[in-house]
Nanobody, 115 residues
Framework: QVQLVESGGGLVQAGGSLRLSCAAS????????MGWYRQAPGKQRDLVAL???????HYVDSVKGRFTISRDYAKRTVYLQMNSLKPEDTAVYYC?????????WGQGTQVTVSS
């Protein structure tokens, strides 16, 4: 299975922006779906955004218009551009890959939005 490494998290004020990166250990063009999930303290891990091998994207309602998922095949990387951040976006963000052979997760990157 593919190995995933997230980066780009940090502390930002409300209204600010961050770009998360998810670097894969191999080519991603044939991975069915890649996405970003987040988990706040005491809560379950929830989907934030995903992109399919065909290029379709999906966002949870709470981030529509603020977050953008994209990918760069040459860099084997998936990005999550997060704008107009809110305190409720604070969580550990995880990269995910869904393949026929199974599911892979990164180690997570912390995003903290101060009010």
């Amino acid at each position: 299975q593919v190995q995933l490494v997230e980066s780009g998290g940090g502390l930002v004020q409300a209204g600010g922006s961050l770009r998360l990166s998810c670097a894969a250990s191999r080519d991603i063009f044939n991975i069915n779906t890649m996405g970003w999930y987040r988990q706040a303290p005491g809560k379950q891990r929830d989907l934030v955004a995903l992109i399919t091998s065909g290029g379709s994207t999906h966002y949870v309602d709470s981030v529509k218009g603020r977050f953008t998922i994209s990918r760069d095949y040459a860099k084997r990387t998936v990005y999550l551009q997060m704008n107009s951040l809110k305190p409720e976006d604070t969580a550990v963000y995880y990269c995910n890959a869904e393949e026929i052979t199974g599911r892979s997760w990164g180690q997570g990157t912390q995003v903290t939005v101060s009010s």
